[in-house]
């Protein structure tokens, strides 16, 4: 007999979870399917392992699972993707798809919590405002959000005191905070916890920025500095980007909204159980439920009104082509992803890079968004400037040495001895206009284990991309000799990753269902009660990281979805005839 349930969500992480919270605390009865496991706190108490996590991606779904293939263009023939195609290396989930199990990517991440400017949602306005409209990409689609900053203020909150969120605003309420951040758009109060402690290569980062005018401050991270909700304050172990956490002081929502679910009694989380096909009624215009194969290899089909991918935006979109759901052509379309331009120093003074966590450290918003100064490169978007402190092992360090010097031998123990307790290490990330160009579908070829298409991307940089990466290089150049740097080196403007594990914008929110995958809320025009919520919905992208902002669209979406199904007095419908 079919089971049936109130809604069904599919993927238990960074927007999963809370979608999952919201939706039972709220009475809804939902099944959870997780394509990994679902992990308890004696899976990660020893996780200070850099060769199982770092190196060989203990917590990520590797090629021989979830193949993904990339091409640069319509013309070449994809390739399976590996997840070592970026400069480390290696498979730490930076340079593919995200961390698997109860807290998807909240896993994994360096925490770095950063809410999008007003003008990161009005980004072709802004532009053609100030370098007019023949300056917009040529052949892009680049649009504004349908929705502002004011919008989802008050759910960025949400996500600060409910998920965990350690920092200092600098603006409440209009008003400019001393030691805060000058250039930050508004909030309602201050974050619930201050700044974690700050990593010993900071400081000369801060008195340089400082005298070049910049004006530094502490990043807000998804990190307990103090304690929080019964959860510790970070213990500065240095294992933390690719890392779990083994004290969940880390705001993942493997410790947070999923734990907070199942409480209710309301949530049937099943892990290891992958979906497979999106069903819907006969005409198409009503979802019905989804079949997903358990650990065992046996199908099972399960229905609801109501089915929310939040499976990480690139597999949202692969199930939703494998499912037939792409009446407008326009599902995979405008991929956008983020350059880093990674920049490493040496300095005079030990940084002691193993310390602390990834982010502990500061950032200046000086150059970011619209604030972009006037340059020869034609670069209309800016980033963040970003110190990296640490959470930097022997071997990340092995792969992000001077590339000038010979990687054995005598060489490469001299250099580590000399160096490697004085790197520091600084990047951006740096807009990725939408172009027709870029897009995902199914790989006509490549399969998974189950007989599935892999998913496909079409992607290269642009000379926009390049050039931002480029301007960006020289603001840190600048910085570094400010430092005092003996020696420093930067990734190219075209790196060779083409998935950054901030791969956004490709189930597109929008108000015309003619050019958009989804509402607002993130249900699909084409099919009622069906929702793809996260980095998909994005419109635009800036220079922050995504996380925050795919938790602030699950908080809107969660709290409209309970106001269209009466918040709980929705029951399933009858079985019926499934397309």
Not at 515 to 531: A, I, K, P, Q
Request: glycine residues 12%; aromatic residues 10%.
């Amino acid at each position: 007999m079919t089971q049936q349930f109130d809604a069904i969500i599919v993927g238990l992480g960074s927007a999963g979870g809370i979608m999952a919270e919201q939706l039972t605390k709220a009475g809804l009865r939902v099944l959870g399917l997780e394509k990994g496991p679902e992990y308890t706190d004696d899976d990660f108490a020893v996780k200070q392992d850099e060769l199982r996590y770092y190196q060989r991606g203990a917590i990520v779904a590797g090629v021989s699972v979830d193949p993904v293939t990339w091409r640069p263009d319509d013309r070449a023939t994809a390739r399976v993707l590996p997840w070592s195609a970026g400069v480390l290396g290696t498979d730490e989930p930076l340079y593919g798809l995200p961390s698997i199990g109860t807290g998807g990517g909240t896993l994994h991440w360096g925490c770095a919590a950063y809410r999008f400017r007003e003008a990161d949602f009005r980004m072709r306005s802004a532009i053609a405002e100030r370098f007019g409209e023949g300056a917009l990409p040529e052949g892009s689609t680049l649009a504004d959000w349908p929705i502002g900053y004011g919008d989802l203020e008050p759910y960025y909150e949400r996500v600060e005191q409910e998920q965990g969120i350690s920092g200092r605003a600098g603006n409440i309420g209009g008003v400019l905070q001393e030691g805060g951040n000058p250039f930050d758009p508004p909030h309602a109060r201050d974050y619930p916890m201050p700044p974690v402690a700050q990593g010993p290569g900071d400081p000369p980062f801060v008195r340089a920025t400082q005298r070049l005018g910049l004006h530094p401050f502490r990043q807000p991270l998804a990190l307990n500095s103090t304690e929080y909700r019964g959860r510790p304050a970070c213990v500065n172990c240095g294992f933390c980007h690719g890392y779990p956490c083994h004290v969940r002081a880390k705001s993942t929502t493997q410790v947070t909204s999923v734990p907070a679910a199942k409480a209710t009694g309301n949530l049937d989380l099943r892990p290891h159980s992958r979906v497979l096909r999106i069903h819907r009624t006969a005409d198409g215009t009503q979802v019905r439920g989804v079949t997903y194969v358990d650990g065992s290899g046996r199908a099972h089909r399960v229905e609801a009104p109501i089915v929310i991918l939040t499976a990480y935006a690139l597999e949202n979109v692969r199930l939703l082509l494998v499912s037939g759901i792409n009446g407008n052509g326009q599902v995979g379309h405008h991929f956008m992803t983020h350059n880093f331009g990674w920049f490493t120093s040496i300095l005079p003074e030990a940084t002691n890079p193993f310390m602390g966590t990834f982010n502990a450290s500061s950032a200046v918003d000086d150059y970011t968004s619209e604030l972009v100064p006037d340059n020869d490169l034609g670069v209309l978007w800016g980033s963040p400037i970003i110190s990296v402190t640490g959470d930097l092992q022997p071997i990340e360090a092995y792969h992000n040495m001077d590339p000038r010097v010979r990687r054995w031998g005598l060489d490469l123990k001299h250099w580590m001895r000399d160096n490697y307790r004085h790197m520091h290490r600084m990047y951006s990330q740096t807009t990725n206009f939408p172009y027709p160009r870029h897009y995902c579908d199914l790989d006509p070829t490549v399969k998974d284990r189950w007989g599935q298409p892999a998913l496909r991307i079409t992607h290269d940089w642009e000379d926009h991309d390049a050039n931002s990466v480029t301007l960006f290089g020289r603001y840190k150049e600048r910085i570094a000799h400010e430092m005092g740097a003996r020696a420093y080196w930067m990734d190219s403007p075209r790196p060779p990753y083409h998935l950054s594990t901030h791969d956004v914008g490709v189930h597109r929110m929008g108000e015309d269902p003619a050019t958009s995958v989804t509402d607002v809320h993130g249900e699909l025009h084409e099919c009622r009660g069906l929702y793809a919520v996260g980095g998909g919905q994005f419109v635009s992208y800036g220079g922050y990281n995504p996380n925050q902002t795919v938790q602030a669209l699950a908080y809107l979406s969660a709290e409209e979805l309970l106001r269209r199904t009466g918040a709980g007095a929705l029951r399933p419908a009858t079985a019926g005839t499934v397309a």
